[in-house]
């Protein structure tokens, strides 16, 4: 009996993407890439708890706020090698990268299950977290928060307090001496704690590595690593609050750069 052998052509990235597996495979990937950026970000925010420095430093300078200095060392990271914020703005362009393929995966998803439920019955709860049945509207609440986070810290656009280009350390602490800022970032931050405990748990699952004999501690690695994400963000807006930290040095007069932390 004769055999016919069909050719099996390679699954490339278009088809990965229109499989449900392709979308999931992408919202983990993404996902851990913007944990990743949480967890530095957040090491660099709690450079802000060494102080503000020397009087009359200029911003970036040795003896000036670490926070300066390290917003400083992201813009100059490269020289001369590269261009003054090359490689700063190569990570934020990765980053953009990944924000818009997880929410595009994510919303595909959901969608799809939405068109796979029968019309006139609605998605099953039996054993979904409040925080898992949630994602789909703090995710987008999330995206808001981000857009105001980067206006007002990157870009300097929001200017209440007001803000200055190259004060890391003054900026934040005129902004969260606001209780309004404060209010608004620890909201925020409430909101990333449901999002992410669930978000590290489904990368787990996504990736294969969940099982009986490890969930539990795999749950309680999600809820550590969120946890520490959460608190290490809140400290530096409520110690600036209950004036935990220092108020920031007089600038000097002349020679400031501009620099700031990318958020």
Known sequence: MGTHSVARRPCGIREAWASVLGKKIAAAVSGAMLLAYLLLHMLGNLTALAGAGAAGARHGADDGARIDGYA???????EPLL????????????????LVVHVTAVVQLARRNRAARPRGHGAK????SWAARSMIVTGPLLLLFIVFHVLQFT????????????????????AFAKWYFLVLYLT????????????????????????R??????????????LLIVVGF??????????????????????????????
């Open 155 to 174: 870009t300097l656009t929001i200017d209440v307090t007001p803000l200055a280009h190259g004060a890391v350390y003054a900026n934040l602490h005129d």
């Open 213 to 226: 004999t490890r969930n539990r501690m795999l749950r309680r690695g999600a809820t550590g690593v969120t």
């Open 188 to 211: 925020a931050l409430g909101l990333v704690g449901f999002h992410l405990r669930h978000g590290i748990w489904s990368l787990l699952q996504t990736l294969g590595l969940d099982s």
């Open 125 to 128: 709860r039996i054993g979904r």
């Open 83 to 98: 261009p003054r914020e090359a490689v700063l703005w190569g990570v934020r362009a990765v980053l953009l990268l990944a």
């Open 234 to 263: 809140a400290l530096i807006p409520v110690l600036f609050f209950t004036g935990g930290l220092p108020d920031p040095q007089p600038a000097a007069p002349h020679g400031a750069h501009g620099a700031e932390v990318s958020r």
């Open 72 to 78: 400083e060392w992201l813009r100059t990271f490269g």
